[in-house]
């Protein structure tokens, strides 16, 4: 497993932007797929988008396609998740996870960023 630290969660308006990160210990993200997945309170947790280390494909889920980011900085072993156009709905508690390539079950996962968005 990898350690997974999280940061750059806040308040913000609706419309504006954050940018997430999901910082790695330990290992490097070299044959890792790392995630962003949210939770409301009183939902369940919900995907967001994931990118393949290795071929540097991204996904999204379709709440936050054409609006979320997410990119990797090999540099810094960090993972961003660069949130735009922020709407209310989007409130959450972001978390980052790690899965290796070979394994389809995210089994690292961070201790979680609050993201608030005012109407």
């Known amino acids: 497993q990898v350690q997974l630290v999280e940061s750059g969660g806040g308040l913000v308006q609706a419309g504006g932007s954050l940018r997430l990160s999901c910082a790695a210990s330990g290992r490097t993200f070299r044959s890792y797929t790392v995630g962003w997945f949210r939770q409301a309170p009183g939902k369940e947790r919900e995907y967001v988008a994931r990118?393949?280390?290795?071929?540097?494909?991204?996904d999204y889920a379709d709440a936050v396609k054409g609006r979320f980011t997410i990119s990797g900085d090999n540099a810094k072993n960090t993972v961003y998740l660069q949130m735009n156009s922020l709407k209310p709905e989007d409130t959450a508690v972001y978390y980052c996870a790690a899965r290796t390539l070979s394994v389809p079950i995210y089994d690292s996962w961070g201790q979680g960023t609050q993201v608030t968005v005012s109407s």
């Open positions: 990118i393949t280390w290795s071929s540097g494909n991204t």
